[in-house]
């Protein structure tokens, strides 16, 4: 009896957040599709297998469209940092993003696509994924940081962390 009406009580407390959270939600309208532009530092790292990683710090320019409130489109160009053993020539990257609404003004999302990335003049590509998160600070522009896997190969990986700005157009 007292796990059943624990289960009742938790869903209750559920279907109640979700009807405050789609409320909400409902009272914040946006015009889509919704083009933004954003730049981020880039905190990235080379992992070889074998050997030392190499880490340094880039900027990464990004852009995109949002269709709707959980779904969009999001292109990454990056650039910059050298650790003495290793330079950042390039990435470029296309994404599908997935966005979660937790409130009005913050969003988690998840992204997944395809990226070519330059080191030391050897250019790769592969596979990306990451996830991240998104603050409004004012009606067009958001603060965000986020963590990506850009290529995961069978002899080192190459992912960056990046923290900036988002401007909604």
């Given amino acids: 009896m007292k796990m059943s009406f624990l289960s009742l009580t938790s869903a209750a407390l559920l279907v109640s957040a979700a009807a405050f959270a789609t409320s909400v939600q409902a009272q914040q309208s946006f015009n889509y599709p919704q083009g933004y532009v954003g730049g981020d530092a880039m905190f990235w790292n080379l992992d070889p297998d074998q050997g030392s990683s190499r880490d340094s710090i880039g900027l990464r320019l990004r852009g995109g469209a949002q269709f ?3 779904f969009g489109v999001e292109g990454h160009l990056g650039t910059g940092g ?11 990257g296309a994404y599908a993003k997935g966005i979660f609404p937790v409130a009005p003004e913050v969003r988690l999302y998840g992204l997944a696509g395809f990226t070519e990335v330059e080191l030391d003049s050897d250019r790769e590509s592969g596979f990306s994924y990451g996830g991240g ?8 522009l958001s603060v965000g940081a986020d ?9 080192y990986t190459f992912d960056a962390a990046s923290v900036g700005l988002r401007y909604r157009f």
Avoid: T
């Fill in 133 to 140: 998160a998104e603050l409004d600070i004012a009606p067009q």
């Fill in 68 to 70: 709707n409130d959980y």
């Fill in 147 to 155: 963590y990506m896997r850009y290529l995961d190969k069978s002899d």
């Fill in 82 to 92: 050298s650790d003495g053993g290793a330079k950042l020539d390039y990435l470029a």
